[in-house]
């Protein structure tokens, strides 16, 4: 037999220990279970839920009938139950009823004890109950006010259905629910499935009853209550799907963009999927204040901040992030809901491929709008993420509720959909397109693993699911070297891979991937383009289309590979001087990205890199612009020495001065929405880095006019002004910003003014703003703007972070419940050993106490190991670039790139 690597016989002691410990629990049945319900005991096999849900109450009753199938005999039945006061129970099995008695758990379980054991064979479980209705997390049932009205929603994933009743709350436990609210009789209720009927019941209440569901997990179960307007979006798809937008009273027309695109997404994933939309109706439902978008079948709830903008005051990157938004959740209807995971550990199936799906709907619907280039900068987050020592798998296995937490994260979402953009171009796009549609068909209304989906989709090519396995099942980046050989007399392409890890990383680069390569270069009149699977350290690529040298070679054509590359400087050269349109648009951008990166693990000196900056500033392109100030710009803090801070701006203002004056702060007729979308970031380095006096005085002009009439700042630049003008501002400013937040019934806007109020530099107003956050002036949920915006600024990050110290048992008493898990990161901008050790003793037993935040720790703690380590090793290069630098430098750069 073949020796197992150490890393697989770890996971495989994991797992074996897993279920040694389940077979441990269930030996004794009166024992709770420690993580995983006893699946091999019982199973649901039907749920019928009936609550009463009134808005403006703190609890709802409710009672649950689960037909069950007993496996083998138990005395003892577990279920997932939080929060919860259960008021009776019982079970009727064929032979009669049996009396239960309840086994109260103060988390996550309820258990039901027989007088003698049940099963093997199916029975029905009766419970009657009392739950809350939160005003303070976003997770079970909870309350939104809106226009003083009291709205309530659901939100079960990942493991709050247990708060609403009940349950098996695990995606692997799939089956139909019939659900029954009892409401005013005045009010809307909806739920996942079309209303059968609604009954008036004479004590100003009424009786609605939903059609059964089809196969789902609890955590796809949900609800909607309150005065809601219903704004008719028309029908979509191959069945005529009714669609609606659900908002609260009064905001039908902040839906007028959502209705208008909603039905063509809808269209163009069924044309993808080769499948229907799946369900029987679709309503989209704005819940105000909540920052989560969440993909209950037919009836998705959204951020209001994303669905929700008056006509006149809409941005285009608010129509952007709509677009995606939507679409990302209506591809969920078939990956993640149509076909579900089986556990959580590939979470990654639901939402990096949701979000794959959504950048190639985007990309269809509008191609003008180039979102690849905001999919490909996501892609490059995820590297970032997948380069600390900390980083997880895609594939993690899953011990703990904290895993269950830290699983949705850039990893899973955007390494999720990067891996697929990489080997659908690998495969093809039709041949990959077959392999997605034959999976949904075989496992339609079931749970799938990554296993069964890499089967369905690579059919007999096991080299294609082993490199997929490869990215899924170890964590980190390749860093690929590409070198041009063209000695011998034929071209070749010298390719080795290592792990992409940062200065001051402890992880180690010895890994090894099966990665796609492809490269792409002139070959006479045409292009060559070729591709390999690297699946050793190093190996060899033949040009085959290269009659002589290549004059140029991008080793990542179309930056569809998830990996770093690494060039010689002549070859890094080469593609630098590139004048015609040779490069795309993505390969510009990942280009700069991996100059950013390799900066970070030392490969490329900083100084370097800003000394290439300015050629690549002043393409035509906004996205290349707007890509380069991660080469250029947030420096000063701690990177530039105090008495360079002069010529550091200088080389800021030579870069990007000229085009931020040319467009100014406000739009002018007939500018292309590019312009409109570099404007903010433009002036925003003209204001806050370069610190200009015309840019600051033009923002605080602008903010003070807004204050007085919105209409006087354009929509796409409110954010710039306002920010650069409380950065800059005074007392005077921070009431009158303090008083059009008490005022202002806008979400977005106000959560705005809420973060300006902690970005003020003066300390004096700083200690104003921050005890704010625990009073009721405003709503928790967003007054914490204010403790971030404050913990942003060097100037007065140290109040914010002894804030926190000083108020921790408040701040966690106040903020919704897990706010502890990611506190930490208000020290997340240090970059001392000092700063790095208080940090640690203050959170640690603090912050790891709530889910998700011993892993929350650890990653802002390294964050704070790799910029003292960068800090280290590259600042003394921006020394002597900026020691060396002059105008005449920057200017006969750009002259060089026209």
């Known amino acids: 037999m073949k020796r197992a690597s150490i890393r697989t016989l770890v996971v495989c002691l994991a797992v074996i220990g897993t279920l040694i410990s389940a077979r441990a629990q269930t030996s004794d049945p009166s024992v709770p279970p420690k993580f995983r319900l006893p699946g091999d005991v019982v199973a649901p096999v039907r749920y019928a839920l009936d609550m009463t849900v009134i808005p403006d109450q703190d609890t709802f009753t409710g009672a649950v009938e689960i037909k069950l199938d007993f496996k083998q005999a138990t005395p003892v039945l577990w279920l997932n139950a939080e929060?919860?006061?259960?008021k009776n129970a019982s079970l009727v099995t064929d032979g009669g009823a049996v009396a239960a008695k309840i086994l109260t758990e103060p988390h996550d379980y309820v258990g039901f004890q027989f007088d003698h054991a049940v099963g093997p064979g199916p029975a029905t479980l009766h419970v009657s109950y009392q739950g809350e209705i939160n005003r303070k997390d976003q997770q079970g049932i909870f309350q939104m006010k809106d226009g003083g009205q009291w709205y309530v929603y659901s939100q079960f994933e990942e493991i709050w259905a247990r708060r609403a009743f009940p349950c098996f709350d695990e995606p692997g436990f799939k089956v139909p629910w019939q659900l029954t609210l009892h409401v005013k009789k005045d009010q809307v209720a909806l739920s996942n499935t079309p209303i059968l009927s609604e009954t008036a019941t004479g004590d100003g209440m009424k009786t609605v009853k939903f059609a059964e569901t089809p196969p789902l997990p609890s955590y796809l179960v949900a609800l909607t209550v309150g005065n809601l307007d219903l704004v008719d979006a028309g029908t979509a798809g191959k069945k005529n799907t009714k669609i609606r937008i659900v908002v609260p009273k009064g905001r039908d027309d902040e839906a007028k963009y959502a209705a208008e695109t909603s039905g063509p997404i809808l269209t163009l994933l069924e044309n993808y999927f080769g499948i229907p939309y799946p369900y029987d109706k679709l309503d989209e439902v704005a819940v105000p204040l909540s920052g989560l978008s969440m993909e209950h079948p037919g009836l998705i709830t959204h951020s209001g901040y994303i669905i929700l903008r008056k006509p006149d005051e809409d941005t285009l990157n608010r129509q952007h992030e709509w677009v995606s938004v939507c679409a990302h959740e209506m591809a969920h209807q078939w990956f993640g809901d149509l076909v579900t995971t089986a556990w959580w550990d590939d979470i990654w199936l639901n939402e990096g491929f949701a979000s794959w799906m959504a950048n190639k709907i985007v990309n269809e619907y509008h191609p003008e709008w180039q979102m690849n280039i905001?999919?490909?900068?996501?892609?490059?987050?995820?590297?970032?993420?997948?380069?600390?020592?900390?980083?997880?798998?895609?594939?993690?296995?899953?011990?703990?509720n904290d895993d269950i937490a830290n699983a949705f994260d850039g990893i899973t979402y955007n390494k999720g959909s990067a891996?697929?953009?990489?080997f659908e171009n690998y495969m093809g796009p039709e041949r990959f397109r077959r392999g997605i549609q034959r999976y949904l068909k075989q496992y339609e209304w079931r749970n799938a693993t990554s296993a069964e989906f890499l089967a369905a989709l690579a059919g007999d090519d096991h080299d294609i699911a082993a490199a997929f396995s490869s990215f899924l099942d170890q964590p980190g980046v390749p860093l690929i070297s590409a070198k041009l050989d063209c000695n011998g007399g034929s071209a070749k392409l010298d390719l080795s891979q290592q792990r992409f890890?940062?200065?001051?990383?402890?992880?180690?680069?010895?890994?090894?991937?099966?990665?796609?390569?492809?490269?792409r270069y002139p070959a006479g009149s045409e292009e060559?383009?070729?591709?390999?699977?690297?699946?050793?350290?190093?190996?060899?690529m033949e040009l085959t289309k290269a009659s002589s040298c290549p004059q140029?070679?991008?080793?990542?054509?179309?930056?569809?590979?998830?990996?770093?590359?690494?060039?010689?400087?002549?070859?890094?050269?080469?593609?630098?001087?590139?004048?015609?349109?040779?490069?795309?648009?993505?390969?510009k951008v990942s280009m700069i990205g991996d100059i950013a990166a390799l900066t970070g693990n030392g490969k490329v000196a900083l100084g370097q890199a800003l000394a290439l900056a300015p050629p690549l500033a002043h393409d035509p392109a906004r996205q290349v612009v707007d890509k380069?100030?991660?080469?250029?710009?947030?420096?000063?803090?701690?990177?530039?020495?105090?008495?360079?801070?002069?010529?550091?701006?200088?080389?800021?203002?030579?870069?990007?001065?000229?085009?931020?004056?040319?467009?100014?702060?406000?739009?002018?007729?007939?500018?292309?929405?590019?312009?409109?979308?570099?404007?903010?970031?433009?002036?925003g380095v003209l204001a806050n880095q370069v610190e200009d006096p015309d840019a600051i005085a033009q923002a605080k002009k602008l903010a003070g006019a807004w204050l007085d009439d919105h209409r006087a700042v354009q929509p796409d630049m409110i954010g710039v002004v306002l920010t650069t003008a409380a950065r800059h501002g005074d007392r005077a400013l921070f009431d009158r910003m303090r008083v059009a937040a008490k005022q202002e019934k806008d979400d977005t806007i106000r959560g705005t003014l809420l973060a300006c109020l902690g970005l003020f530099q003066d300390p004096a107003i700083t200690n104003t703003a921050l005890p704010i956050v625990l009073t009721n002036e405003f709503d928790s949920r967003e007054s914490l703007n204010i403790l971030f915006g404050a913990a942003s600024s060097p100037k007065t990050r140290d109040l914010a972070y002894d804030f926190v110290k000083q108020n921790w048992d408040a701040l966690i008493a106040k903020?919704?419940?897990?706010?502890?898990?990611?506190?930490?990161?208000?020290?997340?901008?240090?970059?001392?050993?000092?700063?790095?050790?208080?940090?640690?003793?203050?959170?640690?037993?603090?912050?790891?106490?709530?889910?998700g935040g011993p892993r929350n720790l650890a990653q802002m703690l390294e964050g704070i190991d790799l910029c003292i380590a960068y800090k280290q090793a590259q600042q003394p290069s921006v020394t002597e670039f900026l020691q060396n630098y002059s105008s005449k430098s920057a200017a006969s750069g750009a002259a060089g790139s026209k």
């Open 528 to 540: 060559g383009r070729q591709c390999m699977l690297l699946q050793q350290q190093s190996g060899e």
């Open 552 to 587: 140029w070679l991008d080793a990542n054509a179309d930056a569809d590979g998830y990996y770093r590359v690494l060039y010689p400087p002549d070859q890094l050269t080469s593609l630098l001087k590139i004048e015609d349109q040779s490069l795309s648009l993505p390969e």
């Open 815 to 851: 903020f919704p419940t897990d706010t502890g898990s990611f506190l930490p990161f208000i020290a997340g901008s240090y970059c001392d050993q000092e700063h790095r050790q208080d940090a640690k003793n203050f959170f640690d037993g603090r912050s790891t106490k709530y889910t």
């Open 419 to 422: 891996l697929l953009n990489m």
């Open 374 to 400: 905001g999919e490909l900068n996501g892609y490059q987050g995820a590297m970032y993420n997948d380069g600390l020592g900390s980083a997880r798998q895609v594939r993690q296995p899953i011990l703990s």
């Open 501 to 519: 890890l940062p200065l001051g990383s402890e992880g180690s680069g010895n890994q090894l991937w099966k990665v796609p390569v492809c490269v």
């Open 83 to 86: 929060r919860l006061q259960i």
């Open 628 to 683: 380069t100030m991660e080469l250029t710009t947030g420096l000063q803090d701690n990177m530039v020495e105090a008495s360079l801070l002069p010529r550091y701006r200088q080389y800021l203002l030579d870069v990007y001065g000229a085009r931020a004056r040319e467009l100014g702060w406000e739009s002018k007729s007939g500018e292309s929405d590019d312009n409109r979308l570099l404007r903010p970031s433009l002036e």
